[in-house]
Structures are given as structure tokens and as C-alpha cells.
């Protein structure tokens, strides 16, 4: 498994380098709606939906959202020229960060929290719309920042977003197999310890240090800095574990088998739709 893993990711992580250098935005927003739809495919069997023709109608609801905000904020319009964020998109991603508050709620309280959803799939497929609107929102924001007229800036923003991801995710794998001995939510997840977290947080505050020393980041704002970063890590793993509780919920194993080793692209995106909202929200507080 951990060969696949490894495999997998080597194939995937240059197909994610270019598309966020080398896409135009347009081309960087389609692929992101490419990858949520898919995603949105694969959380319909969690909301109890598993006849194709309703799976297509719960992703094309989520395609025609995404249509609808393209078309009342074109992506050009995303930042004014105050450098203030369009009112439309960031109310977006502030209902998804309040979404981020409930489900951790939820990931808390479960088991008992399920009487929350288990009365209609209608309210499961609510949380998916708010999952996945915002994360679009989110990294098209995060994408088109154009710091001192530099067109990378905003890619290199998102390359930071999916490092710290990928750090948590590693760190929380190796420390886990290797110390792992407390449950951390094990109702849950059973896999996951508290020992793992600690090991994803600091290999995450590893890479921060990294890029602050590389970028220069300047003293007054290491605060607001690793803040911003903390706040992602943490979020990334109740992203994961958000998933793990509907997946335990629904009776499902994986989302889908499309990617050896990791699952479906659910399975791989999940940490990242709670990141990219919290990190854009805390960026717009401390850093912008």
C-alpha cells in the first residue's frame, strides 16, 4: 500500500505543479471544478444517493453553482483595485469557515451527532455544498493574488497551502506506524492517534520555517505567519476526519478506487477543503 501511495503521488504532484504555475486562471478554475465535481460525485453515496441518475444531478447542482458565481464574480474581478477581496466570493468562503466550526462540532459529539443528518440525505448533501463551493472560492482567490505585479505569487501561495497539507498528512503517517499509541478521536477514525497529529503539526512547522528563512518573511509578520499556518494544519486533519465521520456514518470504506493506494479523489482532497478556506480567511486577517 504505501508503495502505491508513493507511486501515485510522484504521477500526481507534477500534474498539480502545472496546473497551478502554468494554467491560466480560466484554465486553473476548470480544472479545480473538474476535481470538486468528482469529488462531489463520490460524496453522494455518504448523503445515502446511490442511483447514477441522482449522482449526476447532485453534480451537476454543484457544477451550476460554481457556473453561477463565475458569472456574477468573473475571475477578474476577484480583488478591486483597493486590493479588497469582492464582497460575493468572500462571504462564500466565510460561510464555508462557519461550516468548518459546525463540523467540528460534529466530529466531537459523534456518534450522537448523527441524529443531526440521519433524518434526510437532503442536509448531507447541504454540508457537501458547503465543503465544496467555498474550496473553489477559496483557491481561486488564493490563485489570482498578485503581490507586487508577480503572476506566480498566487501559485506559489497555493504550492505553500498543499506543502503544509502534505507535511501534516506525512508526518501524521510516519509518527503514527511509529509511536502511535493514544486514539485521538477513535470513534471516528481508529487509525489515528494523538502521536500522529504531533508528528504532522511539527513536520508542517518544519516547512514553515523552510519557506519563512527562503521568502524572507519579515519579523513583524512571523505571528500572523504561523498562525496562518497553524490554523490550516489543524484544519486539514478535521478536513479528514470530517470525511471519515460521514464515510463511518454511510458504512463506506473508501470514496473510490480512482487513485491507487489513497482511494478516490475524495479521499485525497478532503484535508485540503478545510485548509484552503481557513487559510484563506486567516491570510485576509493577518497577512493581507
Not at 31 to 39: D, H, L, P, S, Y
Not at 168 to 196: I, L, Q
Request: with cysteine.
Amino acid at each position: 500500500m504505501l508503495k502505491q501511495r508513493i507511486i501515485t503521488a510522484l504521477l500526481l504532484i507534477p500534474i498539480a505543479l502545472y496546473c497551478v504555475f502554468l494554467l491560466p486562471l480560466w484554465g486553473f478554475s476548470l480544472f479545480i471544478q473538474a476535481v470538486i465535481m468528482m469529488g462531489a460525485w463520490e460524496w453522494s453515496p455518504l448523503m445515502g444517493v446511490r442511483r447514477k441518475s441522482a449522482r449526476i444531478a447532485y453534480v451537476a447542482f454543484i457544477g451550476a453553482i460554481i457556473g453561477v458565481l463565475s458569472w456574477l464574480v468573473p475571475l477578474g474581478d476577484l480583488w478591486g483595485d483597493d486590493g479588497a477581496l469582492n464582497t460575493v466570493t468572500y462571504y462564500t468562503i466565510v460561510f464555508g469557515g462557519v461550516w468548518w466550526v459546525i463540523a467540528l462540532a460534529l466530529i466531537v459529539n459523534y456518534p450522537s451527532s448523527r441524529r443531526v443528518w440521519s433524518r434526510t440525505r437532503a442536509i448531507v448533501g447541504v454540508f457537501g455544498v458547503l465543503i465544496f463551493i467555498p474550496t473553489w472560492a477559496a483557491l481561486m482567490t488564493v490563485r489570482s493574488i498578485n503581490f507586487e505585479d508577480n503572476p506566480y505569487f498566487g501559485g506559489w501561495v497555493v504550492l505553500f497551502i498543499l506543502l503544509l497539507v502534505w507535511a501534516a498528512d506525512v508526518g501524521a503517517y510516519f509518527a503514527g506506524v511509529r509511536y502511535g499509541r493514544n486514539k485521538m478521536m477513535p470513534a471516528v477514525s481508529p487509525g489515528k492517534t494523538m502521536e500522529g497529529l504531533c508528528g504532522g503539526v511539527t513536520l508542517a512547522f518544519v516547512v514553515m520555517m523552510v519557506v519563512a528563512h527562503w521568502t524572507k518573511v519579515p519579523a513583524d509578520q512571523f505571528t500572523g505567519y504561523y498562525l496562518t499556518g497553524l490554523f490550516t494544519v489543524v484544519a486539514s486533519v478535521f478536513g479528514d476526519l470530517n470525511e471519515s465521520m460521514f464515510k463511518r456514518s454511510a458504512g463506506v470504506k473508501d470514496s473510490g478506487s480512482i487513485l491507487p493506494g489513497h482511494g478516490g479523489i475524495l479521499d485525497r482532497i478532503d484535508s485540503l477543503t478545510a485548509a484552503v478556506p481557513v487559510f484563506t480567511l486567516a491570510y485576509l486577517e493577518f497577512l493581507h
